[in-house]
């Protein structure tokens, strides 16, 4: 970046307020925090029971230590717990309908509101001794343990940690011990009513962060580069006092010959942004525990065009029409690598040359549950793409048509789309809308997300 254009990117940060109307209102870290915590004893209360009783489990240990987090009891620490307290031991145990969850933290002090302190070091130094006397105590038909040969998500269990636990229980104890795999997946997955009311601001400051990059108030042809526009959306998420799950990329598609479309196995290289450009963006944020991945497109327009080209319409609308094939083969039961090959065949069958490569989101970017489709796994994937479909799960869209462009000397581009979809009651529902009009820049008209 010469000194000239990081001059330039460097103004562009003052000018976020033309925008701060446009950005639904975020939440002060102290909000967040009451809010996280009831979102989260509510999950207790609503979900998991039923969820650990689908699975046959009376008993959930969740073990980890200081900087070594297991993935789930990330998603179970009070929102003031940024990391788990030197060995942090998470005892959920079914008592039954009637009485309901029993949440223990073989620790020295309650973690948060919902798990009590079960051991005092002064009457029983050892913690996993008193570990497994809660255990014997209470006599359970299973004890699900956090691995997983599948989902990284289940597997946090360090292999020390798994040592000394059997080494500490009674025969009896060990064996009862089973995977939590499913009921872990299904912990991640699945969607509260208030966390699905939720996600419709999440996706739209996502929207809107995008809106703003892919504007004139932010890349000037000729001086702007794709890496500017990158890190103009980082700073902004930082200003916005929100995080990303991931470094975004931004990368261009033109109708130069000698440029080709970036590989997935590596980055995409600078550019500076011309007119006749068409843009395209991976960006999400993280809020309030829950992530985006959001892509989307824009068009740099030339100077005599004041609208954006008829061919890049009709792209788009093939990128659409995918979309409505893979949502539309969406049915509770379906696996992953069934939901691919039928998209893939029927998208053959219209004419339109696919990749598809959709995955859950939630309290990960990638998150647990089925895998549709991988860029380089076309074919179906092994084990996550053997995961069926859920009610009340979230979803990156995510995916791209292969349209090739008589304008551009019939040059093939890629119509790379990537958007948040909620699966309830049958169907998918586009969180915030999906893109079905590229963003020009300059705008000359009103753009906007329009419904399903």
Request: glycine share 6%; net charge negative.
């Amino acid at each position: 970046m010469n000194k000239f254009t990081f001059t330039f990117i460097a103004l562009l940060f003052t000018i976020h307020s033309l925008f701060a109307q446009d950005i639904p209102k975020i939440l002060a870290l102290k909000d967040r925090a009451v809010l996280q915590d009831q979102l989260l004893e509510e999950r207790f209360k609503s979900l998991l029971p039923s969820l650990m009783r689908k699975q046959g489990i009376d008993m959930w240990l969740i073990i980890a230590r200081e900087y070594n987090e297991d993935p789930i009891i990330k998603t179970m620490l009070p929102s003031t717990w940024l990391n788990a307290r030197r060995r942090t031991i998470l005892l959920i145990y079914d008592k039954g309908e009637k009485e309901g969850l029993e949440c223990l933290a073989v620790a020295r002090y309650n973690v948060g509101t919902i798990f009590k302190s079960a051991w005092k070091p002064e009457e029983e130094p050892n913690q996993w001794k008193r570990l497994s006397a809660l255990i014997e105590e209470r006599n359970p038909k299973k004890i699900a343990i956090d691995v997983s040969e599948q989902y990284a998500h289940s597997d946090g269990l360090s292999h020390s940690e798994h040592e000394t636990l059997i080494e500490n229980l009674s025969q009896k104890s060990k064996e009862k011990i089973v995977s939590s795999e499913k009921l872990a997946v299904g912990w991640l997955e699945s969607r509260t009513p208030r966390e699905i009311a939720l996600y419709e601001t999440l996706d739209r400051i996502t929207h809107q962060i995008i809106a703003e990059a892919f504007s004139d108030k932010v890349v000037v042809p000729g001086v702007t580069t794709t890496e500017d526009v990158v890190w103009y959306l980082r700073e902004r998420v930082a200003e916005l006092k929100l995080d990303t799950w991931f470094h975004p990329t931004v990368d261009v598609q033109r109708p130069d010959p000698d440029k080709t479309n970036w590989p997935y196995d590596r980055r995409p290289a600078e550019d500076v942004i011309l007119p006749g450009d068409l843009l395209h963006c991976d960006f999400g944020i993280t809020y309030l525990r829950l992530n985006t991945d959001v892509q989307e497109l824009a068009y740099v327009l030339r100077p005599e065009e004041k609208e954006l080209p008829e061919y890049l319409r009709k792209a788009l609308a093939a990128g659409n029409k995918v979309q409505d094939i893979m949502t539309g083969f969406f049915k509770v039961g379906m696996t992953g690598n069934q939901i691919l090959a039928l998209s893939l065949r029927k998208a053959e069958q219209d004419g339109l040359v696919a990749q598809i490569y959709s995955h859950p989101v939630g309290y990960h970017g990638h998150a647990a549950g089925p895998a549709i489709g991988m860029w380089d796994m076309q074919g179906g994937v092994p084990g996550n793409g053997e995961y069926p479909l859920n009610e009340n799960t979230a979803y990156a869209i995510e995916l791209n048509a292969k349209v090739k462009i008589p304008e551009w000397g019939n040059k093939e581009i890629r119509i790379m789309l990537e958007e948040q979809g909620l699966f309830i009651n049958g169907k998918v529902h586009y969180i915030d809308g999906r893109q079905k009009q590229i963003l020009t820049i300059p705008r000359r008209s009103t753009i906007q997300h329009l419904g399903q």
